[in-house]
């Protein structure tokens, strides 16, 4: 696998991008409360490969990237 070609700045931002949509996509469409949504996200193996920019993962939709979940 190639390496991102994005500063570790702009990483860090997509990541908390996609996290931010992630949690929101959990409170409003599946009815997880805030502190659940957090916990899910933040406490999962996903989320570790999300904060890898290895992995690329940050380029995906948050759609997507639930779908592991």
Request: glycine share 2%.
């Amino acid at each position: 696998m190639t390496k991102p070609n994005v500063t570790i700045q702009e990483f860090k931002h997509l990541k908390e991008q996609v996290t931010a949509r992630m949690i929101q996509i959990l409170t409003e469409e599946q009815n997880y409360s805030l502190e659940e949504a957090i916990d899910r996200i933040y406490t999962s193996s996903i989320y570790k490969k999300l904060s890898d920019p290895n992995t690329g993962l940050f380029f995906q939709s948050p759609r997507y990237i639930l779908s592991y979940l």
